[in-house]
């Protein structure tokens, strides 16, 4: 019989193959390679470090991510070894788009700003990037992109060079893989020089990973008063910031958490749509790599459930801006401030809190009703990925 070890937060995996497989599950941060050395396949999230160290005693033959990063795989040591990698690519980027829009009317209403006024940067545009970048449309904002990499193969037509982003952009949204090498690293790609060369005021936030950043860089471009250069800064260059991943996590800079506007767990991607999508593709990749259970090498879970709150939201646009109905639609899918405050007051419970994620739907869950809507709010709402309702003029 064919062996899995899989890690135990991978959601909605638990039974599937059971029967047909043996399966393991362990916490992700403490499988080991007595644990896989006879084992033909590893599922992981990023917790698991699939390196030489835990692979070269065993026969593991394949490895799946149930997530789009894959900075926890030595792929070269994989590939050397003949040991298949796959990862998810685009499993979570609507979660992601999701959070971002949540974050972004956040903090308009925080800072009380019209993002209709505002220019919104995107680094990095994969398939979590360009969801975001036509989320920043949607809600009516100018968007700049940068991706070095795309624009070398695609033209720099579309894309912005990076000097010019951070000189134009009111908020900076950082969607890339990390990277050390290659021809444009991403480690620390945040730096001190990056900070320094942002729009006085703006805004930074980063969802990706967490080494993207450079924290102590961070820290000093969000204090006041800030010594550069020799003279002090009478403000601090950034205005706000946003974190969902972390150096070093789950050991976070606490100062850095504090004065976080909204700071949370590693979770932007961890709709329950998104979850689903991921552990899909362990399960699939895996009945087609070992040419096993037909049946199930296009399965995705079935059963997921239904969020907390109602999936009819009824809004009365009278006396309201556009931007007040996108608050109120945006927010009532996803109260992105109550992940803040729990990393907040518990941040050592980190890990808890990502493992036993409450469930969270996305846009495409929810159908709006709207009573005297304004023009153009149906189709901004729509580009969102929320479900029009017919009666748009009741009364």
Known sequence: MLKIVADDKIPFLKGVLDPYVDVVYLPGGKI???????????????????????????????????????????????EA???????????????VQQYITTALLVLAQEQNRNLQDMILGVIGVGNVGSKVAKA?????????????????????????????????????????????????PTYHLSSYDFFERMKQGAVYMNTSRGAVTDTEALKQAAQYPTVVAGATRKHPKLSAYILDVWENEPHLDLELLENALIGTPHIAGYSSDGKANGTAVCVREFCRFFGVLDAM???HPDAIPAPPMPTDIWIDCTGKTEQQVLYEAVTHTYPIWEDSLRLKQIPTDFEKQRGDYRIRREFDHFTIQLKHPQENIADRLGLLGFKIGNCLCVD
């Open 32 to 78: 080991t390679a007595a644990d896989v050395v006879d084992a033909d396949a590893v599922f992981t999230r990023t917790r698991t470090h699939c390196d030489e160290k835990l692979l070269h005693h065993g026969k593991v033959q394949l490895i799946v991510t149930a997530t789009i990063g894959y900075d926890h795989i030595d792929t070269d040591y994989c």
């Open 81 to 95: 070894n003949g040991i298949r990698w796959v990862n998810a690519p685009g499993c979570n980027s609507s979660s």
């Open 136 to 184: 920043g449309a949607a809600l009516g904002m100018c968007v700049l992109m940068n991706d070095p990499p795309r624009a070398e193969k695609e033209g720099g037509e579309q894309f912005t060079s990076l000097d010019r982003l951070l000189a134009h952009s009111d908020i900076v949204t950082c969607h890339t893989p990390l990277t050390t090498e290659g021809s444009y």
């Open 297 to 299: 090498q296009d399965w």
